[in-house]
């Protein structure tokens, strides 16, 4: 097609809009039934790890003692891994069967193919965030018998989850480009908090504290231990370079990818 200038200055060269990119993505994010389950999954979660902090009804074994839910960090956090696979899925689920080099053909920039599904998954997870994790939120802080949040660090805490699970899940998006499939991403983002560190916890603190998870967790204020805990600012920085390292290496990974055996 010939090239005509188009409104602004800009030419149209016959290539899909990324408008039009991203709403195919969000079209095929919105119809993959994993999408409800995980929401559905996350949402019951965290609603009922809100109610069992907010009430102190549950307390788990520990070392010293019954430690209250409210105290376990990874525990309440836990709901993320299930909710990163609709990043995770959105970006590997094309992997299987040949779709990718469908894709590629429709869409031969892989940049802009790249960036649609990166701005797709991004907004979805932002959005379906918020109903994921509000319930549980309010239950905890607001509506428990002793609740005495004030509205502000309410609200703060709530953004911060909300921070947090958008972060989590682009190192998933990324992981699953690299590997991909979805499966390997979902295994070691899980693997990672569950047995990584609490088996070198205490051996190389050092380098714990800084892998995804225990540096999310200290961005919300809840560290695994004081030997774990990075400051609030420290580990948002943290966990967003993790996410801009796997998103930066998944795209330039896809732009230079052979994809005719995917």
């Given at each position: 097609?010939?090239?005509?200038?188009?409104d602004?200055?800009?030419?149209?060269?016959?290539?899909?809009?990324?408008?039009?990119?991203?709403?195919?993505?969000?079209?095929?994010?919105?119809t993959?039934?994993?999408?409800?389950?995980?929401?559905?999954v996350?949402?019951?979660?965290?609603?009922?790890?809100?109610?069992?902090?907010?009430?102190?009804?549950?307390?788990?074994a520990?070392?010293?003692?019954?430690?209250?839910?409210?105290?376990?960090?990874?525990?309440?956090?836990?709901?993320?891994?299930?909710?990163?696979?609709?990043p995770?899925?959105?970006?590997?689920?094309?992997?299987?069967?040949?779709?990718?080099?469908?894709?590629?053909?429709?869409?031969?920039?892989?940049h802009?193919?790249f960036?649609?599904?990166?701005?797709?998954?991004?907004?979805?997870?932002?959005?379906?965030?918020?109903?994921?994790?509000?319930?549980?939120?309010?239950?905890?802080?607001?509506?428990a018998?002793?609740?005495?949040?004030?509205?502000?660090?309410?609200?703060?805490?709530?953004?911060?989850?909300?921070?947090?699970?958008?972060?989590?899940?682009?190192?998933?998006?990324?992981?699953?480009?690299?590997?991909?499939?979805?499966?390997?991403?979902?295994?070691?983002?899980?693997?990672?908090?569950?047995?990584?560190?609490?088996?070198?916890?205490?051996?190389?603190?050092?380098?714990?504290?800084?892998?995804?998870?225990?540096?999310?967790?200290?961005?919300?204020?809840?560290?695994?231990?004081?030997?774990?805990?990075?400051?609030g600012?420290?580990?948002?920085?943290?966990?967003?370079?993790?996410?801009?390292?796997?998103?930066?290496?998944?795209?330039?990974?896809?732009?230079?990818?052979?994809?005719?055996?995917?």
């Amino acid at each position: 097609m010939t090239a005509v200038e188009a409104d602004g200055g800009l030419r149209d060269t016959g290539e899909i809009r990324l408008t039009d990119l991203m709403h195919a993505e969000l079209t095929k994010i919105r119809t993959l039934p994993a999408t409800w389950i995980v929401l559905a999954v996350t949402l019951v979660a965290n609603t009922a790890l809100g109610f069992l902090a907010a009430t102190d009804v549950v307390r788990v074994a520990g070392q010293g003692g019954p430690v209250a839910i409210a105290q376990l960090g990874t525990l309440l956090l836990a709901p993320v891994y299930a909710f990163i696979a609709v990043p995770v899925f959105a970006a590997g689920s094309e992997y299987g069967g040949g779709q990718l080099r469908v894709s590629l053909t429709a869409v031969p920039n892989r940049h802009r193919f790249f960036l649609a599904k990166l701005l797709a998954s991004s907004g979805v997870a932002v959005l379906a965030a918020v109903p994921a994790v509000l319930p549980g939120h309010l239950v905890q802080h607001v509506a428990a018998p002793r609740g005495d949040s004030g509205v502000g660090s309410v609200i703060s805490g709530f953004l911060a989850l909300v921070m947090a699970y958008l972060l989590v899940g682009l190192v998933g998006f990324g992981f699953a480009v690299l590997a991909k499939t979805v499966v390997t991403p979902l295994a070691v983002l899980f693997i990672l908090p569950v047995l990584v560190s609490p088996m070198l916890g205490g051996i190389l603190p050092g380098v714990v504290r800084l892998l995804p998870h225990e540096a999310t967790l200290s961005f919300l204020a809840m560290p695994t231990s004081p030997a774990l805990a990075l400051g609030g600012a420290t580990g948002l920085a943290v966990v967003t370079a993790w996410a801009v390292v796997f998103v930066g290496t998944a795209w330039w990974v896809n732009a230079r990818r052979d994809t005719s055996g995917s």
